[in-house]
């Protein structure tokens, strides 16, 4: 039996006897794919950070699949860690910061162990940065370095085994599925992307929700944020792949699908002209006026990924989101196509970040409060019962209390279903780093829990009035019945749910109704991935509870 050993640059290659063998068939099924004896390591991917990282880690996890590797449940068990990082605040970069000791020490317990450094935190500035701060780390790579992990591992194969991403049920088109993806050029995200569709070497973790990349990078200027410096500049999906790959989704059964970018509005801009979006007439605005006429836009998406039909007409993926939404260049176009696609959900994330003009000028945000509220109203307007979410930075260089109160006022007048916001966190590099970060961290603490507190109050109040209603349900979990988890993620209102006993009437279950609230029901277990009517009982105020009326009509 021959070992392979990982060649992870600058770092010598492990002894034979402390290489990791293949392991044993997995509940996967993985086993029974291997065609020969080599050692390959298992591999888990931690991946923290937005939907476009979870995104990523998929692309990463279903390439280390498609090269033979398999997975490993954790850290713990695993020859090869690969951390997908985030670096939106300081706190996202110290999380990885504060695994260094655990990571060194599962590196001296097994010297095989490989570890990898992925995602936002890897900027191309900054590695000699990056290797002080991050020693246990063996590989960086930026995040449109990413494709390059298999190869840059020394995994890249022609025997590498083709397998079917876990939980993905699409069949490989045309492509062989054991062909492995070649070293792709550093801005070639796109065609990987195809590829990695085609060959059905995309790890989805749910076969109920699936997120579709539309877009990479950001061409914005939000002067706080580290985004285009770690993703770059942006670059649209070509229009047919991302219709092929809603497509294939739709054939594969999944019930919700995301479209993915960090301005999902910008979709297109980079695009040729083509006679086919001829009826497409729209301009942006970047410091000056660049005629857009004749390009795809996110509306012609949504249009032609609603227009993806059953025998009966309904529309074949039910349920159409996408994120995120700039209010700069949020057009006519995208709200009618909201309004009248059945499939595109009513819902709408639209960061607004401050309620002051002024904070919003040194943000470099490129809107006003009042455009904004217009936005808005156009909005409610076109979609009645939209529910909308926010983003708000409070302590921006230079906030007065006067315009933190303007932000609270807008919060009042908008009245958002849901609000994340977080205290500002200077990004070394980025236009607002050279500001005076002037508000104290105490400060910014408690503009951070007022805010908090008057959201909690108006989210209520939102939830309240879906009391009676019945709604339509996707089901995606079982609740855990104990120490629920509060994440990121926001899976819920852990007094509503914590230390309930099962119901006699089945599992606990959550889910998310068209307009993004979190509604937990009991029922069968076999309700999960399924779409149900709800009548809501109880509202919390970060989620609902209601009974089983029946399936969605
Ligand atoms: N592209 C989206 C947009 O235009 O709003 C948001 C992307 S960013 C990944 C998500 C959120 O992180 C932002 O909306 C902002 O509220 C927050 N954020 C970004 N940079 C931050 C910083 N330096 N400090 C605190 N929060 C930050
Ligand atoms: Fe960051 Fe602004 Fe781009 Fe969003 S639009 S990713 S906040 S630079
Ligand atoms: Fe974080 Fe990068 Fe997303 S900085 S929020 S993982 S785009």
């Not at 068939?25 to 291997?34: D, I, T």
Request: proline share 8%; hydrophobic share 40%; with cysteine.
């Amino acid at each position: 039996m021959s070992a392979r050993p990982l060649p992870v640059l600058d770092i010598p290659a492990p002894r034979r006897a402390e290489m990791p063998r293949r392991p044993a068939a997995s509940a996967h099924g993985l086993g029974e794919f291997a065609t020969d004896d080599l050692a390959l390591p298992r591999f888990h991917v931690w991946t923290l950070g937005c939907q476009m990282n979870q995104s990523d880690a998929e692309e990463m996890a279903g390439a280390l699949l498609a090269a033979g590797c398999a997975e490993a449940p954790s850290m713990d068990e695993a020859d090869l860690i690969v951390i997908n990082s985030c670096a939106i605040r300081e706190t996202a970069e110290a999380k990885i910061i504060g695994r260094q000791g655990y990571l060194a020490r599962l590196k001296a317990a097994r010297p095989g162990l490989r570890v990898v450094l992925t995602g936002c935190a890897v900027r191309p500035e900054n590695r000699d940065r990056l290797a002080r701060r991050y020693p246990a780390v063996d590989l960086f790579l930026r995040p449109d370095e990413e494709p390059e992990l298999v190869a840059r591992l020394g995994l890249a194969s022609p025997t590498a085994p083709g397998l079917l991403a876990r939980g993905a049920t699409e069949p490989a088109e045309g492509v062989d599925a054991a062909t492995p993806l070649a070293r792709p050029a550093a801005d070639a995200l796109p065609a990987v992307r195809a590829r990695a569709v085609a060959g059905a070497q995309v790890a989805r973790r749910s076969t109920i929700q699936a997120w579709l990349p539309i877009i990479y990078g950001c061409d914005k200027t939000c002067t706080y944020c580290i985004v285009p410096f770690s993703r770059g500049p942006e670059r649209s999906r070509p229009f047919d792949d991302v219709v092929a790959e809603a497509r294939r989704l739709a054939t594969a059964g999944y019930r919700e699908v995301t479209l993915l970018g960090q301005n999902v509005n910008s979709y297109g801009h980079d695009l040729p002209a083509e006679p086919r979006f001829a009826h497409v007439r729209r301009s942006r605005e970047i410091g000056r006026r660049i005629e857009l006429d004749g390009r795809p836009d996110i509306a012609e998406l949504l249009r032609a990924i609603d227009a993806i039909r059953t025998a009966d007409g309904a529309p074949a993926i039910p349920r159409l989101r996408f994120i995120t939404s700039h209010p700069w260049d949020l057009g006519e176009r995208l709200i009618a196509a909201m309004a009248e696609c059945p499939s595109v959900c009513e819902h709408l994330h639209l960061p607004v970040q401050s309620g002051s003009d002024a904070v919003l000028h040194r943000m470099g945000r490129q809107y006003t409060v009042a455009s904004y509220l217009d936005l808005v109203e156009r909005l409610r307007r076109a979609v009645p019962g939209i529910g909308l979410s926010t983003d708000v930075i409070v302590g921006f260089c230079g906030e007065t209390e006067a315009q933190f109160q303007e932000t609270l006022a807008l919060l009042e007048r908008v009245r958002f279903d849901t609000v994340f916001a977080a205290a500002f966190s200077p990004r070394p590099g980025t236009p607002a780093a050279r500001l005076p970060d002037d508000v104290p961290a105490d400060e910014k603490r408690r503009r951070l829990n007022e805010l908090l507190a008057l959201q909690e109050v108006i989210g209520w109040e939102r939830n309240r009035a879906w009391v009676g209603r019945t709604t339509e349900v996707l089901v995606d979990t079982v609740d855990r019945p104990r120490g629920h988890e509060h994440g990121a993620d926001d899976r819920g209102d852990p007094r509503e749910v914590a230390g309930r006993a099962v119901p006699a009437d089945g599992v606990r279950l959550g889910g998310r109704n068209r307009e993004n609230k979190l509604v937990h029901l009991a029922g069968p277990a076999d309700l999960v991935g399924q779409l149900v009517r709800v009548r809501i009982e109880h509202a919390g105020p970060y989620s609902l509870t209601g009974s089983l009326v029946g399936p969605a009509a």
